[in-house]
């Protein structure tokens, strides 16, 4: 099959050929219906490809409803597979519930990306992911705390916690916002079930169909399509090395007379760079003239030092709270399943949030609120951040030689933070297309710019960016884009 299969000038991904074989030998009969397919690691042998290429193209073709799969027999042909060859299958956009993963390269978006992630691939081969593997993380830290928490009160998990949030945690928070210049009062702070849920109170807070939101760009890409299920329109203001561009926001203030700014001061998703004093302070200017809310995402925050020469600006600690809500949280520093954000703002928008939250998910859930609370109350949080940055530094610098040794050009030289925000000067969506055939996810850069264009940019992680067998599939990749 190898032979045939291979063929030199083919252009269409690995993934695409082999879905391609299939659909054509079960319309024309030479698979009939029942016909068992070969399993994965035997057609992965025979076509030199990796297990997850071949996993992707059953997965296209069950999708299309061209082949089964039965747990512990294998993949076998559908009684009513055929269909016309040549015909392509539906786009992903057309099918209510389908995957992009399942969409031919050219349909790759945010979805893809996300799904992609929960596969099961090791860490090493996900230069594209947004979280940290989990030798960088502290393992023990949390089963410490866990064992702890079992021993204090087990029975106080068997209840609702409180609406607003742990109320321990939220005192302790209060002491972390303090040392970073901001002043809440326990009452100025509601807890979620991460950044993400907070940034969807908010938005269902604020936002009503029509209203204009502005956001980086590029930026976080999930709240993209939650903004758009609003009603609002999403705008993405240029984003420089040292924060937004001001002239552009305030044009588009002037034009949309915008609800809401979604930024990023300190480490911003993807380019890991951090906001000016100065720019802070005209932003501020400008939320006040376009009566605008600022919501500060501060979720990667803790990974930037502080400190002499590395001195960072938060727009809540310049406006103490006034227009600026502020959003915070742990996954990424402590575990991607630790669900545990909070979001601070007045006392009268808390009390707003608050209630909100009971409509939707009455509490959050009270273990991790507590467990988080124990590991910041016992000073375990900033030994383990100070670890972790000093592990950071290290990698990004050698994540960096080889990016900039494969001719990737950086948009900066961040001092803190997990990723690297790199133009390829070819289109990453074909690329990562590439490179998901030789089995490593990247992160396209159309995926982080609110209009989804084409990019050349890619985020990469610097922990999981490191491996020189990605280094070489990435170059080869690149050579045939």
């Known amino acids: 099959m190898a032979a045939g299969f291979l063929v030199a000038g083919d252009d269409r991904t690995l993934v695409e050929r082999i879905v391609a074989h299939f659909d054509e030998r079960i319309a024309h009969g030479t698979l009939r219906a029942g016909a068992r397919l070969p399993s994965i690691r035997r057609l992965a042998q025979e076509l030199g490809v990796s297990k997850f290429t071949v996993v992707e193209a059953y997965e296209r073709l069950i999708a299309a409803g061209h082949i089964a799969s039965r747990r512990g027999t294998g ?46 691939l090791p860490a090493a081969d996900m230069p594209g992911s947004g979280v940290l593997p989990p030798a960088f993380l502290d393992e023990s830290l949390l089963t410490s705390a866990v064992r702890t928490l079992a021993r204090r009160n087990a029975r106080a998990l068997l209840d609702y916690g409180e609406p607003q949030g742990y109320l321990p945690l939220r005192q302790q928070l209060q002491i ?229 040794g494969l001719g990737l050009r950086l948009f900066a030289q961040p001092v803190a933070g997990m990723y690297l925000w790199a133009d390829a000067g070819v289109d990453t969506a074909a690329l990562a297309a590439r490179m998901l055939d030789q089995g490593y996810l990247l992160a396209p850069g159309s995926l982080f710019l609110p209009d989804q264009r084409p990019s050349s940019w890619l985020r990469f992680n610097v922990a999981t960016s490191r491996q020189p067998a990605m280094h070489r599939a990435l170059a080869e990749a690149l050579a045939h884009t």
């Not at 299958?89 to 399942?102: I, M, Q, T």
């Not at 978006?109 to 929960?118: A, E, G, K, P």
Request: hydrophobic share 45%; proline share 5%; aromatic share 6%.
């Open 176 to 404: 972390k916002l303090d040392e970073q210049g901001i002043g809440a009062a326990p009452g100025q702070i509601v807890t979620t079930a991460g950044v993400t849920q907070a940034l969807d109170l908010v938005a269902q807070c604020l936002l009503r169909p029509g209203d204009t939101v502005l956001v980086d760009d590029p930026s976080w890409f999930l709240m993209f399509g939650r903004f758009s299920l609003l009603g609002a329109q999403v705008i993405g203001v240029p984003r420089l090395p040292d924060g937004p561009d001001v002239e552009a926001l305030r044009t588009l203030c002037e034009r949309h007379r915008p609800k809401m700014f979604v930024t990023v001061s300190v480490v911003h998703n993807p380019t890991c760079t951090s906001m000016s004093a100065a720019r802070a302070f005209q932003v501020l200017q400008l939320a006040q003239a376009y009566d605008m809310t600022i919501v500060e995402d501060d979720l990667l925050g803790d990974l930037h030092p502080g400190g002499f020469g590395h001195s960072c600006i938060r727009l809540a600690a310049l406006d103490q709270l006034d227009r600026v809500i502020y959003l915070g949280g742990f996954s990424k520093t402590l575990a991607a399943n630790l669900r545990v954000g909070f979001i601070a703002a007045s006392a009268d928008r808390v009390r707003e949030l608050t209630d909100l939250k009971m409509l939707v998910t009455l509490t959050s859930p009270e273990f991790g609120e507590r467990l988080a609370h124990q590991v910041l109350s016992e000073g375990h949080y900033r030994r383990h951040l100070e670890r972790l940055r000093s592990r950071l530094d290290s990698t990004r610098d050698e994540t960096i030689r080889a990016l900039e």
């Open 75 to 120: 993949f076998f042909v559908c009684e009513r597979a055929g269909r016309t060859p040549g015909t392509a299958p539906l786009a992903a956009s057309a099918v209510r519930g389908a995957s992009w993963a399942d969409a031919p390269r050219s349909s790759i978006d945010l979805v893809w990306l996300l799904r992609n992630m929960f596969r099961e």
